[in-house]
């Protein structure tokens, strides 16, 4: 490892100078308690019972028989259940999963669908009981084929367009030298995060608490609220530590269900899910089939560019991963398309997984370039750098700050690049077969509105109190970094505090925001701070706060296409008689504005270009046609990259020219190491072997 090369940027230069965890300590001594490991008095617990049957209808539960088990205090199901309110668009955007407004009809959308949840004293009794209830269904034919050229596609508008366009394709690619047109494919894949989903629901003195796991308590509430139609100052949500998220972490069957069962008990109730229960509870990124059509000169710049993603929701969400949205960001045509199109089958919904649409879609893009650069003879990064350009393809704005062939130049020196021999197929070493791939990286870098508190305390340090989510990213030590930097004090004299939605509303840890979006606040109440400490004066017992909000900050930015950018390379070996691939090292440079915290946000990348691998190679969750659920819903049949699998994986960023016009200067480190991580692998086992990959994962069955 390198260290890192990120300029100071405050007086006291915390941020940017590698710091452990605050909460360290706590996490490796057991100090630190998760939701599902809070003690409380009175708790009942309560197990989820979920659909045998793909689709259809719930003619009965039976009841009755399950109430006298031992321990069991109630069973909630469709015919009981309270009403929910599921007719809204919460602070994301977007309606309601109606699979976390559990109990609310007799329909059954999907194999593993929430039915009923049976509370008992201990969570055997609960579980026993749950295993033990008969529910009978209607069944109906259900339909879980995806492919590509399904009639009932059609392409969603969701947070952008389903399809854009300019310029005449046909004609472009007409008056192409080299068309490149492949069909690229990626399976269901979910995120395993290592805390399973957990929540304890309570009233207290008229208040509902909800005690949990999430990437946002803002969030929570705000759908909570909603759903039950509570007043927000009736509800508070906490989440100290989460064991990772990943997308998946947002409302669920597990809290309302809590929240169900402790308003019809009165008394706290917890519902933690189980491993396999959250294969069909807590989302998934969808399988993508995507063409990709690119049509070049003879040097290789693009004239025609066509990208079209399929992918697939449930009947009862419409979420798209939007995997064609990397090629508006990255390359540009005169004819230019993309296009992301959804179908709705019997399957659980999907939601947002680590870099949503961008991790498949980077995969097919930057898999097609290379194939680009065979067919015109030119290297794959001398391909990237002559068609990297200075607007948004789509947009039209311009990038604040675009490194990419800063990204690829450095990567190059870096990995040995230069002495690369580009024929496939000529390098063996014993029965390996060796090759290198390189691919780009891009993740949009947003803000979100947030609030913040701090306090300078009598005793010379200060609070900050911001309802952040750290789902192990190490956002409270960046936090930490942050408010000290602002503060011109030493970070030991900081403590922040967050994960309580009693703090006042705060983005989520998504979509690589988090850090960016509380920093912003954190930032802005110390400012206010700063104005309102008089040098010399006595602070008072209570301290002095100061607060901040940036929702009109944040909506005043100003337009520009802001990313973060990067540079993959992966060298593999492959057993041409096994079929065995094995990555021998990774490298990556990203380019993602001022890194707080060099060691968390190393961890962050290097963690993503490790899921790369697992998604090239491993990752895969393969559906039953007959039943409509999965194979091995568990982390045995769920293949995932171990510690055997991961080589030298080695991140570092790069620079970058600050945005006058962004105030934060943070750009996100969340996402990006995955991106185009998968496609540079694919692309070193084309380099190996002389064959190409165009569907995930590399197994060795495809292989040989
Ligand atoms: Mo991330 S998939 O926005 O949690």
Request: proline share 7%; hydrophobic share 40%.
């Amino acid at each position: 490892m390198t260290t890192a090369t990120t300029r100071p940027t405050a007086v006291t230069g915390a941020v940017g100078t590698a710091h452990t965890r605050v909460e360290g300590r706590d996490k490796v001594t057991g100090a630190a308690r998760y939701a599902g490991e809070i003690p409380f008095a009175d708790l009942a617990h309560g197990w989820l019972v979920l659909s045998t049957v793909a689709r259809g209808r719930i003619l009965s539960v039976d009841t009755a028989s399950v109430l006298g088990m031992p321990g069991v205090l109630a069973v909630l199901h469709h015919g009981n259940a309270p009403r929910l309110d599921v007719d809204y668009v919460g602070m994301l955007g977007v309606p309601p999963d109606p699979t976390a407004a559990v109990f609310q009809n007799d329909r059954v959308p999907h194999a593993g669908w929430p039915v009923a949840l049976v509370v008992a004293e201990t969570p055997e009794q609960a579980r026993e009981a749950a295993e033990a209830l008969v529910v009978t269904y209607e069944e109906e034919p259900h339909d879980i084929g995806f492919h590509a050229g399904r009639p009932d596609a059609h392409p969603v508008d969701g947070h952008m367009p389903g399809v854009t366009e300019k310029g005449d394709l046909e004609a472009g690619f007409a008056a192409s030298a080299h068309v490149v047109d492949a069909e690229y494919t990626t399976p269901e894949e979910h995120h395993a995060m290592m805390e399973p989903h957990a929540a304890t629901a309570l009233w207290d003195g008229g208040r509902l608490e909800v005690v949990d796991s999430n990437q946002g308590t803002t969030w929570v509430v705000d759908e909570l609220v909603r759903m039950f139609q509570l007043e927000p100052s009736a509800v508070r949500v906490r989440s100290e530590h989460v064991g990772g998220g990943f997308g998946s972490k947002g409302v669920r069957a597990h809290q309302v269900s809590a929240v169900m069962a402790a308003t019809l008990l009165q008394r706290p109730v917890r519902v933690v899910l189980t491993r396999r229960q959250m294969f069909s509870l807590t989302g998934h990124r969808s399988p993508t089939t995507q063409r990709v059509r690119l049509g070049a000169d003879a040097d290789g710049r693009l004239r025609a560019l066509d990208h079209r993603s399929l992918s697939r929701t449930s009947t009862v969400w419409e979420f798209v991963e939007p995997s064609a949205g990397v090629a508006r960001v990255m390359y540009d045509a005169d004819a230019h398309r993309t296009a992301n199109e959804v179908v709705r089958l019997d399957v659980p919904s999907p939601t947002w997984m680590r870099a949503p649409g961008e991790a498949p879609g980077s995969f097919a893009l930057e898999a097609a370039l290379d194939e680009l650069a065979e067919r015109c003879g030119v290297d794959p990064v001398e391909l990237r750098l002559r068609n990297d350009p200075d607007r948004g393809p789509v947009s039209g704005l311009p990038f604040a700050g675009r490194d990419v062939a800063a990204c690829f130049r450095e990567g190059a020196r870096r990995f040995g690049w230069a002495e690369r021999d580009p024929r496939p197929g000529v390098r063996r070493e014993g029965r390996w077969l060796l090759g290198t791939g390189t691919a780009a990286a891009s993740f949009p870098a947003g803000a979100l509105p947030s609030t913040a508190a701090v306090t300078a305390e009598a005793d010379g340090t200060f609070t900050v109190r911001i309802a952040a989510a750290d789902i192990g990213t190490g956002a409270r030590t960046a936090l930490t970094l942050v408010a000290a930097d602002a503060l011109r004090v030493e970070p030991d004299r900081v403590r922040v505090r967050i994960g309580d939605s009693d703090f006042g509303p705060a983005g989520i840890a998504g979509g690589s925001m988090g850090t960016r979006s509380w920093a912003w606040a954190v930032t802005a109440a110390v400012e206010e701070l700063r104005e309102r400490l008089v040098p010399g004066a006595p602070v008072p017992p209570e301290g002095i706060t100061a607060r901040s909000d940036t929702t009109a900050a944040v909506a005043g930015l100003a337009q520009k296409e802001r990313h973060s950018f990067g540079a993959q390379f992966a060298e593999v070996a492959v057993d041409v008689t096994t079929g065995e691939v094995r990555v021998r090292r990774m490298l990556g440079i990203f380019s993602a504005g001022r890194i707080v915290n060099p060691l968390t946000a190393r961890g962050q990348l290097v963690g993503g270009m490790v899921w790369g691998i697992s998604m090239a190679l491993h990752e895969e969750a393969v559906r039953d046609g007959a039943s409509g659920g999965l194979y091995g819903p568990d982390l045995a049949g769920y293949h995932v990259a171990t510690h055997a699998d991961v080589p030298v994986v080695e991140a570092d960023w790069l620079e970058g020219t600050p945005d006058p016009d962004d105030p934060v200067g943070i750009k996100g480190v969340g996402e990006i190491g995955i991106v185009g991580a998968a496609a540079a692998i694919a692309n070193a086992v084309w380099h190996a072997t002389g064959v190409r990959h165009r569907h995930l994962p590399i197994r060795p069955d495809r292989v040989l």
